[in-house]
């Protein structure tokens, strides 16, 4: 069974920038991709950006040139850079993987969450 830790969440101003990190772990066949997604008050969950083992990466739109995703494939360790934090982006960030097809299958894992707060 996948597990995956996050940190950095926190509460920063407007403008300001924060990072986060996801470990990855329990995967018997390294992780496919991992990602970010959030969901903000009253809201929907929705994707923040995911990177596969080989580098594609895929951005929500509103976050599209503010936030950078990477990824440490050895370590299976995801990273999110945010930068130019605005009070929309508030909101629960929750990491993701998916384990891509292994001989058990197909699985994707979510974190449990850590908060952004950005005051305006």
């Known amino acids: 069974q996948v597990q995956l830790v996050e940190s950095g969440g926190g509460l920063v101003h407007y403008g300001g920038s924060l990072r986060l990190s996801c470990a990855a772990s329990?995967?018997?066949?390294?992780?496919?991709?991992l990602g970010w997604y959030r969901q903000g008050p009253g809201k929907q969950r929705e994707l923040v950006a995911t990177?596969?083992?080989?580098?594609?990466?895929n951005y929500g739109d509103s976050v599209e040139g503010r936030f950078t995703i990477s990824r440490n494939n050895a370590m299976d360790t995801v990273y999110l850079q945010m930068d130019s934090l605005k009070p929309e982006d508030t909101a629960v960030y929750y990491c993701?993987?998916?384990?891509?097809?292994?001989?058990?299958?197909?699985?994707?894992?979510w974190g449990q969450g850590t908060q952004v707060t950005v005051s305006s």
């Open positions: 990177i596969t083992r080989g580098g594609r990466i």
């Open positions: 329990g995967s018997k066949f390294g992780i496919y991709a």
């Open positions: 993701w993987a998916d384990s891509g097809a292994t001989m058990a299958g197909r699985s994707k894992y």
